[in-house]
């Protein structure tokens, strides 16, 4: 597609359930990435794909957490027994080429879903 | 360890004048680079303009310049005739040689009044 899709927008579950929230990078794009931004603050890295494999989980904050990328196009970001602290915008980031970030070859974002924890 | 510091969690311009926002970047890292980005409320994560760490010359795009000052470790964006739609959350970013990753900053809420 034209830009970095996500969905859903907005997600508001209760405390202790599942959630799925999907990201469909750039046609083409072999990088994909998924950052968690809190209320104030700078995106947090969770894990980066090339191609279908998790190149490197280490920000995922714990075993709840998991992402899968089984096609190394769309992506689904998982997360199990939801706690409050979970709320915050999930973003998702695609990139042309694995490494070398640089002018010509910049994270281009998708709007983000916003979890809230109830 | 690296680290980017925005010193201004927000800032009112006046619309038409020119706005520098501030970043400074720590890495002892030779090869690196220096990205701004532009979160408006809509939420997206917008690339506005790119330094690297070699490059000679101050980036530029349209309204947006980059002030690299590399003995001073600060890369500020200036934006020049600020307008309306120039009101954003503002966010500078380091990457390192050959990485994947951005190192980000806190960044900077920017509004500019009529």
């Known amino acids: 597609g034209a830009g970095v899709s996500q969905t859903p927008s907005n997600k508001v579950t209760e405390k202790g359930k599942y959630v799925e929230l999907r990201c469909d990078p750039i046609?083409?794009?072999?990088?994909l990435y998924w950052y968690r931004q809190s209320l104030g603050q700078g995106p947090e890295f969770l894990i980066y794909?090339?191609?279908?494999?998790?190149?490197?989980d280490s920000g995922l904050p714990n075993d709840r957490f998991f992402a899968v990328r089984p096609e190394g196009s769309v992506s689904t970001l998982k997360i199990q027994r939801t706690e409050r602290g979970d709320s915050a915008v999930y973003l998702c980031?695609?990139?042309?080429?694995?490494?070398?970030?640089?002018?010509?070859?910049?994270?281009?974002f998708g709007a983000g879903s916003r979890l809230t924890v109830l | 360890a690296q680290k980017i510091t925005q010193t201004q969690p927000g800032m009112f311009v006046q619309e038409k004048e020119a706005v520098t926002l501030d970043c400074t970047y720590d890495?002892?890292?030779?090869?690196?680079?220096l990205f701004w980005y532009k979160q408006p409320s809509s939420g997206e994560m917008i690339f506005l303009i790119y330094q690297g760490s070699y490059d000679e010359q101050n980036a530029t795009e349209g309204r947006y310049s980059l002030n690299f000052q590399k003995a001073r470790k600060s890369a500020n964006l200036v934006i020049s005739a600020s307008q309306l739609g120039d009101s954003a959350m503002y966010f500078c970013a380091m990457s390192l040689d050959s990485n994947y990753q951005l190192i980000w900053g806190a960044g900077t809420k920017l509004i500019i009044k009529p």
């Open positions: 046609s083409g794009h072999t990088a």
């Open positions: 794909f090339q191609g279908t494999g998790a190149a490197d």
């Open positions: 890495t002892s890292d030779q090869s690196y680079g």
């Open positions: 980031a695609s990139s042309l080429r694995s490494t070398g970030l640089s002018g010509a070859n910049v994270l281009t």
